[in-house]
């Protein structure tokens, strides 16, 4: 049977592991596999000392058998000359002597057929062009490794560079003539032959064919995470494959079946693993034969019969222009195939959190890229499932083309089911961490969303988004998407607020010692300074995913610091605390934002319309937010009507009587119902039974002082790392009834009276202050305790005015 079979050079080694010097490498001796070949450095059992052959004078390797190809590990000592001006010097000659007479003699050149071994960074950029190192290129360990190589991580593989040895072969001009003997024959640089393997296998000893896609299928219907290990090549990480939930333009949940890439010899053993379990192992040659090979529990199927580098342009229906947006390739069998300069896998599928954020987004098992309307790559030839989506006012596509041999470029169509825009309605996240502006600016055309709030602010020790502030509007597309780099400031007990349209930092940005300022700091200012702060500037307060953390947003809302509150997913509880505030009087628009710090979640997903009354302009816009023209939006567009009125009006009536009541929805996702909200109780419902419309017309009575908002519910949740539900809601409008608006709910402005309070001990008791003694504090004055306390007794009196 062909085969790799080493050669014994034990006979004529003369040197030992010494003469390698300071720097020997990991060397291997006795019986070792180099890049799955077989090799025996010295003899058997292994000696240090005399392991290598070092020609002083030809020295004569017999050999005797049949050798279509020779594999020999060897090394320079030392290189010819300084800075690599030995190119191409000949170090040695290998005469092969084959049966018959005939001798055949290779020249051994310095970086052609061999090379010194040196550690990085010297051996970088000077590996020899006819050899090949003695390791195979490797995957870094998949779920640890030391922090410092944690950036490295990302790439997900490595280089094989040389241990020990050079590996080069030389192919027999005459396969069917034996090799008696190899005449090692120096001419002047020291090297060292380390071991000879000679091969009759019908291939190429070294890989030289790119990898190849193979689905991976347990047969027993397990999932879980798998590992391959091949002996002659190399083989991706094995990823999931998407499951049945599988949603145009927005995510897949993982599947039952696995892929990788494997370049291997013909030869190799693919060995497939779950933890220490081997399910199955397959010789390669088998599979690249047949298409696909059974073992054991599980089977190896290749997928991919050719492939075209091809150019894509994604062209919206109505204009005929390439459109940004967000894009997903994949073969029939769901092996994605991304744009070049982006993911197949975001992040190789681990959790992100400020590790590679922007360009590319994963919603469950697919990540999509994003393109400003043109990509290129490769695809394979055959079917090609394509998905494109952009925000939530495009019908997502997905379509499966033809990709035939020699096709060089695609185009594709999309097109608007909705133009809020041109409906005066502006869309907008408030919350964004990590995305650079251009970055930003990328994925929100890519979502057709006008404003992105990127937020600078402190984690401990890391400061994200330092470099992007600029103090003014990053404007594309002549000024209809605004990127802005406003701040979060937090603190882990009182809150956290967003701040937006700021002209100047507003420092410190956190306080109070971890999760979010330095550990061992101590309270320095109070969301209510950084609010007082933020509005002389001109700026707009926002409490960040309210209500929590739930210590001063009663401050900041009983004195009117807050200009809205901000909600990033949908829970009844967020609901009931909202419409708490609202029962107790209290104007607060709401908007919506994602909190995206990472690339599981896309900008935009949670999104705030505001209706704007003037031409749009980042400041526009901010001015309709704190106005109340807004809704928040996980998917559904609503829009609501009371007697004419818009969210954030004032609707009068002269007193006890009816409104007439218009809400409608519409959206590009499966929609549960649509309901109308009065002083937070449900008093309008309308099943949408999985439709992707629907609408209330009715008049409603009304006896006092009171708000109304709509709220939309779809039928399913996001695929994003938080699972958010499909949502939205309006901001109110309100009914005054008789005179102004007004309302109150003793039992609500108690529960803010003991919040206010409770945040009041917490500064006096357990926060951590400075000594006024040995402190100048930023505010200026001396009793700093006093200063903290302020506007917790601003509260506390409006509130007693108030109840």
Not at 116 to 134: N, S
Request: charged share 25%.
């Amino acid at each position: 049977m062909p085969s790799y079979e080493p050669v014994d050079l034990s006979a004529v080694c003369n040197a030992g592991v010494e003469v390698l010097g300071d720097a020997p490498g990991d060397v291997r001796l006795g019986r070792v596999d180099l890049r799955g070949l077989p090799f025996l450095i010295g003899s058997e059992p292994p000696s240090a000392e005399r392991c290598f052959v070092l020609p002083g004078v030809p020295t004569p390797v017999e050999i005797g058998r049949l050798a279509p190809r020779v594999i020999v590990a060897h090394r320079l000592l030392e290189p010819g000359a300084p800075a690599g001006h030995a190119v191409g010097r000949t170090v040695a000659e290998y005469a092969f002597h084959l049966a018959g007479g005939e001798v055949v003699t290779a020249p051994i050149r310095e970086r052609f057929e061999i090379q010194v071994v040196q550690a990085m960074p010297l051996i970088f950029g000077r590996l020899p062009f006819l050899a090949v190192t003695d390791t195979s290129d490797y995957n870094l360990p998949r779920f640890e490794g030391s922090w410092d190589e944690a950036g490295a991580r990302l790439a997900e593989h490595a280089m094989g560079w040389p241990a020990g040895y050079y590996l080069w072969c030389w192919e027999n001009p005459r396969p069917d003539r034996a090799v008696e003997r190899i005449e090692i024959i120096p001419r002047g640089t020291r090297f060292i032959v380390a071991g000879i393997t000679t091969s009759d296998v019908d291939e190429h000893p070294f890989v030289r064919v790119p990898a190849r896609p193979v689905r991976l299928v347990v047969k027993d219907g397990r999932n879980g995470v798998l590992d391959i290990d091949v002996d002659r090549g190399v083989a991706t990480y094995p990823q999931p494959l998407p499951g049945e939930d599988d949603r145009a333009g927005w995510g897949a949940t993982e599947g039952m079946s696995a892929y990788a890439s494997v370049a291997a010899l013909p030869s190799a053993t693919v060995a497939v693993r779950q933890g220490d379990e081997e399910l199955g192992r397959v010789r390669w040659g088998d599979v690249e034969r047949d298409g696909r090979a059974d073992a054991g529990r599980m089977s190896i199927e290749l997928t991919e019969g050719g492939r075209n580098w091809v150019h894509v342009r994604v062209v919206d229906d109505a204009t005929g222009r390439p459109v940004p947006c967000r894009v997903h390739f994949r073969a029939a069998e769901g092996i994605p195939y991304q744009p070049h300069g982006h993911h197949n896998h975001v992040t190789q599928n681990l959790r992100s959190w400020h590790y590679d954020v922007g360009g590319d987004v994963r919603l469950g098992q697919r990540s999509y890229a994003y393109i400003d309307g043109t990509c290129q790559g490769w695809l394979p030839r055959g079917d090609v499932v394509v998905d494109v989506a952009r925000g939530f006012e495009y019908e997502p596509l997905r379509q499966t083309v033809r990709i035939d041999p020699g096709q060089r470029d695609l185009t594709l169509r999309i097109g608007r089911v909705a133009d809020m825009a041109a409906e005066g309605w502006w869309s907008g996240d408030s919350h964004v961490h990590f995305l650079s502006a251009p970055g930003a600016q990328l994925e929100q055309r890519g979502e057709d969303l006008r404003v992105v709030n990127v937020l600078q602010t402190q984690w401990g020790t890391l400061f994200t988004n330092t470099e992007d502030f600029s103090g003014r509007p990053s404007v594309v597309d002549g000024g209809d998407y605004v990127t802005y780099v406003g701040q979060e400031n937090r603190q882990h007990a009182l809150g956290h607020l967003v701040l937006w349209g700021l002209r100047e930092p507003v420092m410190p940005w956190c306080s109070d010692g971890p999760d979010e300022a330095e550990l061992g700091g101590a309270l320095d200012a109070t969301l209510s300074d950084w609010a007082d702060r933020t509005h002389a500037q001109g700026g707009t307060v926002v409490a960040a995913h309210f209500p929590n953390p739930n210590g001063e947003p009663a401050v900041l809302v009983a004195t009117g610091r807050a200009d809205a509150v901000e909600m990033l997913s949908h829970t009844d509880d967020r609901m009931l605390e909202y419409y708490r505030y609202l029962n107790s009087g209290y104007r607060l628009p709401l908007v919506g934002g994602t909190d995206k710090m990472s690339s599981a979640v896309p900008v935009g997903l949670y999104r705030t319309y505001a209706r704007l009354d003037e031409k749009f302009s980042y400041q526009a816009w901010c001015r309709a937010v704190r106005s109340g023209r807004t809704f928040l939006s996980g998917g559904p567009l609503v829009m609501l009507s009371v007697d004419g009125c818009q969210p954030g009006d004032t609707a009068a009536l002269p007193g006890p009587g009816t409104v007439s009541v218009h809400a409608t929805v519409r959206s590009i996702f499966p929609l549960r119902s649509l309901e109308v909200v009065r002083n937070g109780e449900v008093v309008m419902r309308t099943d949408a039974a999985g439709g992707r419309q629907a609408e209330i017309s009715e008049e409603l009575r009304i006896d006092g002082n009171s708000w109304i908002a709509c709220r939309a519910f779809g039928t399913d949740y996001h695929l994003d790392e938080w699972g958010r539900r499909v949502f939205a809601h309006t901001s109110p409008v309100y009914i005054a009834c008789g005179g102004e608006w007004t309302m109150t709910d003793p039992e609500g402005i108690g529960y803010m009276r003991t919040l206010v309070e409770g945040a009041r001990e917490y500064v006096r008791h357990t926060a951590v202050r400075r000594s006024d003694r040995l402190t100048t504090h930023h505010h200026g004055e001396a009793d700093h305790l006093a200063w903290l306390e302020r506007p917790f007794n601003e509260a506390l009196r409006a509130l007693d005015e108030r109840g």
